[in-house]
């Protein structure tokens, strides 16, 4: 089985978030970069499912070059070989244009990703790229097993789950507890040394999107403490001072 | 749920050393890292109050390739660079000093012998269950009567054809209890050291365990009785004899606690600040008082000279040009260093400083063995005497 992992290269959910150039740009000093934690998911049951049933794994990122190192990661997690698009990932459709265009002659049996990215959660690549293959596009699935072309997942809908049957080939959008974060090993990380990292040009495809500013959500407040025993005042504070009811 | 459970460190870089490691070193830092704090800090508190080594600790070192990482892959090890050994032993001991322990006696003190002094055979029969943990193995030097002064051991062994002949004792053995293979150091009919590899289940072989220790409470520790232990000829370590064999082990695994001492440090120096600035006294957080911030820029100040220390004796080791008393030296300043700031650290969290939700009476009674074991910190001081004046003051 031929599995393709798309990951995306976002700053650790600790990170300090600010932002310059007006708030146009996100102020990336100091920030560190981790595999997308959706996509970290995705990875982990990819390389389960290859080590179940044979296979490779290879994971794909629309980045530049600074994104080098989390894809070394995600070589010493346990995938095969990488490739990666030489791009800014500006918006969604950009980011699925080019996944698309290298998956549609690749012959990928599963492709695979987070459900999200965690940067700007857009939650729209695994769809995307489905209608640019004409593949199905499944999100968020929590549990995922394949037996022989057929995929039984388990997808999460409004208060509840959903169990589907389906034929490979066809996108998932990963979360847990699809399976557990992998620590890469130390042998691991060495023989991601010599594991083969593509880099290819971009296609043509132009972003849907354009971003025009950032915001930070407003400071928190003082926080008022009221006596347990006192919720006469509690409810008069919410009614006149924070008029919620 | 304690305040240990949920495991918050950062680790300080004040100097930006980071700058120096390579985007490899960074990335194992990372997952030792994260290791850590799966597995080890959720429960090194329980484990260390009751006393219990958790045996299963050793498979899981060996998946993620604590054991050994400067050994050659094909041995099992992970072909790593000492900047890399350095750093996964830092992880480990901010974890706790008796995990670290487990993992330099095992990676140090057994596998490097046997890489280093053992045959063929010995590497591929020994090595790779070591390095992923199948086998548990220690390092048999100090005995009752002879601990800073080895030399004088009373361990022999005499040629009997086809096997050797095993008797004496060795005392204050981490991981002893549970092994399955020591290196042991004994001497043989003419009064040289030799290292020989005992494996459990040979007859006359039995390894008590210590009791009642207040320090590496989540380690084990032993003794290793030889009562006319049959071992095979095949099982003698021929590469090198004398007492500079078990020194030349006894370095590497120096190099490590230098190392990991930092760990230690840097654990106790990350809660103090975090604790400073949370904690309120006279309407203030105690990180607002002078004496506090001299207690947290003195920690910072010895942290950062040690890891630029360890830093160019990892580059030293790298080349092999590292001197034993450079060693000494390393070792003995990380782990006086890691002390200190136990116990300042301990201070700033006054009373709730005494408890487990902490870790610094956990790392500061770890460290009181660190500072002993290995060389204690007279006879590294006493190294470095001998290697300035040439006049050798401890014998
Ligand atoms: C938890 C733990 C684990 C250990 N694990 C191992 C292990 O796995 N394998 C192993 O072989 N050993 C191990 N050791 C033993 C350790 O290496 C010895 O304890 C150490 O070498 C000191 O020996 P000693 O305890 O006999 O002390 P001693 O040698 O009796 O020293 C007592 C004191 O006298 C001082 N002293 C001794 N000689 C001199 C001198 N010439 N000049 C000045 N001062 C001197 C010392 O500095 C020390 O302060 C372990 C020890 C501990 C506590």
Redesign the interface.
């Known amino acids: 089985m031929k599995i393709l992992v798309c990951i995306t290269h976002v700053p650790d959910t600790t990170a300090k978030i600010s932002f310059t150039d007006d708030n146009t740009k996100f102020n990336s000093d100091g920030v560190q970069y981790i595999i997308g934690p959706y996509d970290d998911y995705a990875l982990a049951r990819a390389v389960e499912l290859k080590e179940a049933s044979g296979g490779t794994v290879t994971v794909l990122n629309v980045g530049t070059s600074e994104t ?2 989390t894809i ?2 995600a070589l ?1 997690i346990g995938a095969d070989d990488a490739i990666r698009i030489d791009a800014e990932p500006t918006d969604s459709y950009f980011v699925a244009e080019q996944i698309a265009n290298h998956a549609k002659d690749a012959g990928y049996d599963l492709i695979m990703m987070g459900r999200e990215s965690i940067d700007f959660n857009g939650g729209m690549v695994h769809g995307m790229v489905g209608e640019l293959l004409g593949l199905p596009a499944i999100s968020p699935v929590m549990k995922l097993d394949i037996e022989g072309q057929t995929a039984k997942l388990a997808r999460e809908i409004e208060g509840g789950k959903e169990y589907l049957e389906l034929d490979l080939p066809f996108i998932a959008g990963c979360q847990e507890p699809i399976a557990e974060w992998k ?8 023989s991601a ?1 010599s594991k083969k990292l593509e880099v290819l040009a971009p296609s043509d495809a132009s972003e849907a999107v354009k971003l025009q500013q950032y915001e930070l959500p407003p400071a928190k407040g003082d926080v008022k403490m009221i006596d347990a025993d006192n919720v006469g005042e509690l409810v008069k504070l919410l009614k006149n001072e924070a008029k919620v009811i | 749920m304690n305040n240990q459970s949920t495991d918050r460190f950062e680790s300080p870089d004040f100097y930006v050393l980071d700058g120096l490691l390579t985007e490899e070193h960074k990335l194992i830092r990372q997952s030792i890292r994260d290791f850590v704090k799966k597995e080890i800090s959720p429960n090194i508190e329980e484990w260390a109050q009751k006393a219990h080594f958790p045996y299963e600790i050793v498979k899981k070192f060996g998946e993620v390739g604590a054991f050994g990482p400067t050994i050659p892959q094909e041995y099992g090890g992970g072909g790593l660079d000492y900047i890399s050994y350095g750093i996964i032993m830092q992880e480990i001991e901010r974890g706790d000093s008796g995990m670290r322990s487990t993992a330099s006696v095992q990676g140090s003190l057994v596998m490097y012998p046997i890489y280093a002094f053992g045959n063929e055979a010995q590497r591929k029969k020994y090595l790779p269950k070591l390095a992923s943990g199948e086998w548990l193995g220690s390092f048999g030097l100090t005995e009752p009567d002879h601990g800073s002064n080895p030399s004088g051991m009373t361990t022999n062994f005499k040629d009997k054809g086809d096997h050797y002949l095993l008797n004496g004792a060795k005392m204050w053995i981490s991981n002893s209890p549970k092994c399955d293979v020591a290196v042991v150091w004994a001497k043989d009919e003419t009064g040289r050291i030799h290292g020989l590899i005992v494996e459990r289940g040979m007859e006359g072989f039995t390894t008590p365990e210590t009791h009642g220790k207040w320090s590496l409470r989540a380690s084990t520790t032993g003794e290793l009785v030889f009562d006319n232990v049959k071992v095979p000829k095949e099982n003698l370590l021929e590469g090198k004899s004398g007492l500079g064999a078990p020194m030349k082990c006894l370095d590497s695994a120096r190099f490590g606690i230098a190392w990991g001492a930092i760990g230690a440090a840097m654990d106790c120096y990350d809660s103090a600040r975090r604790y400073s600035l949370e904690r309120i006294q006279f309407g203030k957080p105690i990180a607002s008082f002078q004496l506090t911030q001299k207690k947290l820029s003195e920690m910072l100040t010895e942290i950062t000279k040690s890891q630029l220390l360890n830093y160019r004796l990892a580059q030293l080791m790298e080349e092999g040009k590292a001197t034993t008393p450079q060693i000494s030296m390393a070792k003995r300043n990380a782990v006086e260093m890691a002390l200190n700031i136990a116990r300042e650290a301990r201070q700033i969290h006054g009373g709730m400083g005494i408890t487990g939700d902490y870790p610094m009476m956990r790392h500061m009674a770890n460290l009181e063995s660190v500072v002993t074991y290995e060389g204690t910190h007279d006879i590294h001081l006493l190294i470095l005497g001998k290697e300035i004046t040439g006049i050798a003051a401890f014998e």
Request: aromatic share 0%; charged share 35%.
């Open positions: 080098e190192p070394r990661k010493a620590i890469p090993n130390m042998r691991g990380i060495m040394r």
